[in-house]
């Protein structure tokens, strides 16, 4: 057990910093609240730890050892996050009085989209070249490193939906509006910069 907390404490750090999961949960917590979020919240774990268990049986040694795909995801990862910060802040300032904008993102999209988010490219590459415990089944390991990322992740992406939800009432005041978008936009952009480093 003690072998896990390297493990644990990555998991845990990579997952409640702020990233595109957590940005968009707290818009989406915002815009659709808590219980409606709930399919986009459970389709994060499930597509990371898909993209973790690829990652360690090869994929991610892939991505390592050819820089053009590298450089590839970060520019496509770059300018996916400068859009999705646009679309973060238009979304919501410009709300209507019911607050709802279309539909939250379903359990498949989420899990679909750790493949487009260079942030959970990050994590994985990291965790399946650093992280996997050694058993003497390495399928036991892989499965091992899932279970423990996903289920520290959960947690605390709960943690950020749960922050759009409590603060919505408070984005029907326009300068609130104004002042939390522009924070997720900054946030946003942060993570677009900070994946080049």
């Not at 539909?103 to 988010?117: D, E, I, V």
């Not at 390495?138 to 749960?162: D, G, H, K, M, Q």
Request: charged share 10%; glycine share 8%; proline share 6%.
């Amino acid at each position: 057990m003690v072998e896990l907390i390297p493990l644990a404490s990555y998991a845990f750090i990579s997952s409640i910093t702020p990233g595109p999961n957590n940005i968009m949960l707290t818009a989406s917590g915002i815009t659709f609240g808590m219980r409606r979020s709930i399919p986009h919240i459970l389709g994060i774990p499930f597509g990371f730890g898909m993209q973790l268990a690829l990652c360690a049986y090869g994929l991610g040694a892939l991505l390592i050892q050819v820089p053009a795909a590298n450089i590839a995801l970060k520019v496509f990862g770059t300018a996916y996050l400068v859009y999705l910060a646009w679309t973060l802040r238009v979304n919501i300032v410009n709300r209507d009085a019911s607050g709802e904008a279309g539909r939250p993102m379903s359990f498949l999209n989420a899990a679909l989209f750790q493949f487009a988010n260079p942030k959970a490219w990050v994590m994985a590459l990291t965790g399946a070249s650093v992280f996997v415990p050694e058993y003497d089944s390495y399928a036991l390991s892989v499965t091992v490193l899932c279970l423990v990322f996903c289920f520290i992740n959960l947690p605390c992406i709960v943690v950020w939906a749960a922050l759009g939800s409590a603060i919505k009432t408070r984005l029907k005041d326009p300068a609130w509006q104004r002042g939390f978008s522009s924070i997720l936009v900054i946030l946003t952009l942060y993570v677009a910069v900070a994946i080049w480093f």
